[in-house]
């Protein structure tokens, strides 16, 4: 179990994170929803450790991350999680065997003579064949995104994080990918957190989903409850409309966004 209690997470003077409560269940896929630059992937990157809570805590399975100082604690909480960078995030000295692989010299006993094999099969469940030996630059950006989930995945890890899985996919292949998060979670009882916009896609896969706003959660709700809220906010997000509560506070989150209002009579 994945449980996030009061985080706080500020960037300088910008708040993005006002105290986030999220508890996902083992075995539970946990999608989360909100307007961009509301702090999704800061959450993500809190949960496994790249960004440390200005105030908080998290813990898995009862262990809690802002108690691990040693690197070998650390790097033994990380390797519980698989990770899917919004970016994909691949080396680009590396060949897509050579990334897919990557963690299992680090996180695994697996033997090197294995890790060219696991590639190939893990990069064929997102629907890549015979690219093992391209490099980053050689592929389209929905084929790097699916050689970060096959990363994400390539250790069997029991907790898997995706910052956007299906952005940059077409729609065939985001069902699918969709298809293969409900088998890990089926089959191998994978927890997961999915950091989503895409609305059809969280629908399908999520047991629930939280949506966050203002630095905290609006609501966490089963998947059939979002859809049919009546809270402004939610409706807004889901129904994809510009008009509406949440467009007047993204415009005061957005970087480069025109500086606070001066006081009446301040001048200028
Ligand atoms: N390392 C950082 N340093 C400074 N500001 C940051 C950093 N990481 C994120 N931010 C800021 O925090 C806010 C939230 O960013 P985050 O990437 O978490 O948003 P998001 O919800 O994932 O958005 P999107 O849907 O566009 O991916 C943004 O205003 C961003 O500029
Ligand atoms: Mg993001």
Request: hydrophobic share 40%; with cysteine; proline share 5%.
């Amino acid at each position: 179990m994945i449980e996030a209690k009061g985080i706080f997470k500020s960037f300088g003077s910008r708040p993005v994170l006002c105290g986030v409560d999220i508890a996902v269940q083992d075995g539970e896929t946990l999608c989360i929803i909100g307007g961009s630059g509301c702090g999704k992937s800061t959450f993500l990157k809190c949960v496994i450790g790249l960004v440390r809570p200005d105030q908080g805590s998290i813990s898995v399975d009862g262990m809690d991350i802002a108690g691990l100082s040693a690197e070998l604690d650390v790097a033994r909480y990380r390797r519980r999680f698989g990770y899917l960078f919004q970016e994909a995030a691949l080396f680009d000295s590396l060949t897509v065997w050579e990334n897919v692989s990557f963690g299992l010299r680090y996180l695994t006993d697996v033997p090197q003579a294995k890790f060219r094999q696991i590639a190939r099969d893990k990069l064929a469940l997102v629907g890549l064949k015979d690219i093992e030996d391209f490099k980053p630059a050689e592929l389209s950006g929905g084929m790097k995104k699916r050689v970060g989930l096959a990363r994400a995945i390539a250790a069997e890890p029991g907790y898997i994080l995706y910052d956007e899985p299906t952005t940059g996919l077409d729609p065939i292949m985001s069902d699918v990918i969709n298809d293969l998060i409900i088998d890990l979670q089926k089959k191998l009882k994978v927890t997961s957190i999915v950091v989503t916009h895409d609305m059809k896609s969280a629908y399908k896969i999520a047991s629930r989903i939280a949506m966050l706003h203002e630095g905290q959660v609006q609501a966490v709700d089963r998947p059939e409850a979002i859809k049919a809220s009546s809270d402004p906010v939610i409706r807004q997000f889901v129904e994809g409309r510009s008009e509406g509560p949440i467009k007047m506070k993204l415009r005061d989150f957005e970087p480069g966004a025109p500086a606070p209002r001066r006081k009446a009579g301040s001048g200028a």
